[in-house]
């Protein structure tokens, strides 16, 4: 069972551009990881979000964790080329991931 | 830094095979994952422990088993590999139960044929 979902699958955009991807879940967690994975490599941890409504940055990242603490998403400022990966996102207690964003930034 | 480290990046065996997937980390935690990965799929937990010789069921542990019998070592053993258990393979660990932040190894790729 997927409890997370993730929008859109796939996502290719021109470097500079600004872009936002989605985690969505039915079920309260009481926080949600985001990774980043690039190819043949295990998922490296970006960031915990912990309370509803909670914004964290990462540099021309951006992290919003949603009220409810049901959803998420990743605001990408100015995407470059290194941002290129699968972005997933995690739940705690049941351990469970979304299937990803690919994204693909393009020089 | 944490470093989680798996035996082998790339692995071929034949259906029926016994296969050891070994998984060590060297930070001392206590939680310790196997997950796979397919395309479309995401990440699928299919045992964790979190202490040495425990360990518990995920979400698709029909065909697998796993040991622990170190804290720092955690592995995985597909006791008749099948066709469809090829796929990436991922080990994480985690700090303590309540820690949720996983730290991952570079993945083993299994193709079974």
């Known amino acids: 069972t997927q409890l997370l979902e993730q929008s859109p699958q796939f996502l290719s955009i021109q470097e500079g551009e600004n872009l936002t991807v989605y985690c969505n879940s039915s079920s309260v967690f009481s926080s949600l990881q985001w990774y980043r994975q690039e190819p043949g490599e295990g998922p490296v941890l970006l960031v915990t979000?912990?309370?509803?409504?909670e914004v964290k940055k990462l540099k021309r990242l951006t992290f919003q964790f949603g009220d409810a603490r049901k959803d998420s998403s990743l605001h990408i400022t100015a995407a470059q080329p290194g941002d290129t990966g699968l972005y997933l996102c995690a739940g705690a207690e049941r351990m469970r991931f979304g299937a990803g964003t690919r994204l693909t930034v393009k020089p | 830094d944490v470093k989680v480290t798996q035996s082998s990046r790339y692995l071929v065996k034949r259906t029926g095979e016994k296969v050891f997937l070994e998984c060590v980390q060297d930070?001392?935690?206590?939680?310790m994952f196997w997950y796979r990965q397919d395309p479309g799929l995401g990440l699928r937990l299919i045992y964790f422990?979190?202490?040495?010789?425990?360990?518990e069921k995920g979400d698709i542990p029909e065909g697998y088993s796993v040991s622990r019998e170190k804290k720092e070592r955690f592995s995985l053993i597909l006791e008749s590999a099948s066709t469809n258990q090829t796929s990436m393979y991922l080990c994480?660990?985690?700090?303590?139960?309540?820690?949720?932040?996983?730290?991952f190894g570079p993945g083993t790729r299994l193709t079974v044929t």
């Open positions: 994480a660990s985690s700090l303590s139960q309540g820690a949720y932040e996983q730290y």
């Open positions: 979000v912990v309370t509803g409504g």
């Open positions: 930070m001392d935690h206590e939680n």
């Open positions: 422990s979190y202490d040495v010789k425990m360990k």
